[in-house]
């Protein structure tokens, strides 16, 4: 059974940072893709940033030159360095494993997400 386990969110001022973490646990083998998404308030669940196994990233045009995804594939964890927060990045946040393998069988996990609150 493969677990996410996310820390690091909470309440910050505008302007503020936060690190995100995310750690998979279990039998795996391998992960193509570690991301992250978020959802906010009645809006839908949205792509923040991705990276896979090879270091390729991917970001939302909202988050890019703010937000930084960085993965440590020996500790099968992501993390998401947020700077220069603003109140429209207020969500939840939720951890993403892509094409996780366990014992020949790939499937997708989530996290149980990790509230971020960007206020004064």
């Known amino acids: 059974q493969v677990q996410l386990v996310e820390s690091g969110g909470g309440l910050v001022q505008p302007g503020g940072s936060l690190r995100l973490s995310c750690a998979a646990s279990g039998s795996i083998f391998s992960i193509f893709a570690m991301g992250w998404y978020r959802q906010a308030p009645g809006k839908q669940r949205e792509l923040v940033a991705v990276?896979?196994?090879?270091?390729?990233?991917n970001y939302a045009d909202s988050v890019k030159d703010r937000f930084t995804i960085s993965r440590d594939n020996a500790k099968n964890t992501v993390y998401l360095q947020m700077n220069s927060l603003k109140p429209e990045d207020t969500a939840v946040y939720y951890c993403?494993?892509?094409?996780?393998?366990?014992?020949?069988?790939?499937?997708?996990?989530w996290g149980q997400g990790t509230q971020v609150t960007v206020s004064s």
């Open positions: 990276i896979t196994s090879a270091g390729s990233t």
């Open positions: 993403n494993a892509d094409k996780v393998r366990t014992f020949g069988v790939i499937n997708d996990y």
